[in-house]
């Protein structure tokens, strides 16, 4: 690694990152830059203003972490945070950490749910809450619950719905595909399920592959387990003209997630790209 500097000038610190990520990550300025700021709990262009010196603990702590990204860790681990539909979530090891493409999801349930007389809405595999929060702050009569098997992971989602003051949004730990209500009670059920087949695991990129939670990335079959189960138990999660509104994966995923409900007696079935043309929401309404 680069020699690190040895005073606390925050160009300096810089400078030093970015070299140090050159061989690791295309836009290594640009991680160095929101790490950075992340320590200092500034904006990028506020890092370019200090006048105050980095301290001996806050250079320590700085060298470690780049050394971590070097390594492969996800920068969003390393700093404990990340952005999504204009919130701040805290994230760490035990949730997914939330994609950009994500939003488009939480776009189709807005404009999707907001239109009914009923806002109760499930979002099945919460993880962080990114769904579910930015819904409930979107839909304000809304009344959200998040569900999640992984206890930390809704640790997690409590905290991130405190942060950012939702009174609108509850979680609780369930099984999904262990549980089913006794009768449907939801106007819009929203999952991001695991469907990463087990043949493509170890296509994925390193820092996706080796540090965030394999229990929220695949469903150690053909990805399309939580898809077969949802599609026979859809009407007992929610009322008839409600939808289901879910991500899937790339490729081929879609046309064969869409297979899982087209015999099911669904009203309608329509797929929606996200900012990249990629079909990436399957929406479904329920009879």
């Not at 300025?29 to 990028?44: F, H, T, V, Y």
């Not at 994230?91 to 999801?105: G, M």
């Not at 807005?110 to 990114?130: A, F, M, N, P, R």
Request: glycine content about 6%.
């Amino acid at each position: 690694m680069v020699t690190a500097p040895q005073d606390g000038q925050i160009t300096n610190w810089l400078n030093w990152s970015a070299a140090a990520l050159v061989h690791s990550l295309e836009d290594n300025k640009q991680e160095a830059e929101w790490l950075l700021s992340s320590l200092l709990n500034c904006s990028k262009s506020e890092l370019y203003l200090q006048k105050n010196e980095l301290s001996e603990k806050q250079c320590e702590l700085f060298q470690d972490w780049i050394s971590r990204r070097i390594k492969g860790e996800p920068a969003q681990y390393i700093a404990g945070w990340t952005e999504f539909y204009g919130h701040r979530f805290n994230v760490n090891k035990s949730v997914l950490i939330p994609r950009a493409e994500t939003e488009r999801l939480v776009d189709v349930a807005i404009y999707t749910l907001q239109e009914l007389e009923k806002h109760q809405i499930v979002d099945i595999g919460t993880g962080s809450g990114c769904i579910a929060i930015s819904v409930a702050a979107e839909i304000p009569s809304a009344s959200v619950l998040g569900l999640d098997i992984s206890p930390e992971a809704l640790v997690t989602a409590e905290e991130n719905a405190s942060i950012n003051k939702l009174l609108n949004v509850q979680f609780l730990q369930t099984d999904f595909l262990q549980f089913t209500p006794s009768e449907p009670v939801y106007d819009g059920l929203l999952m991001t399920p695991p469907y990463i087949p087990t043949n493509e695991m170890d296509t994925l990129m390193k820092e996706v592959r080796d540090y965030e939670p394999d229990l929220a990335l695949t469903d150690h079959e053909d990805g399309l387990t939580f898809y077969r189960h949802l599609a026979d138990t859809a009407q007992k999660w929610v009322r008839p003209g409600g939808w289901l509104i879910l991500e899937v994966g790339l490729g081929e995923h879609p046309q064969k997630a869409i297979t899982c409900f087209d015999t099911k007696g669904f009203a309608q079935l329509e797929l929606i790209a996200d900012f990249n043309t990629d079909d990436r929401i399957l929406k479904v309404q329920v009879v």
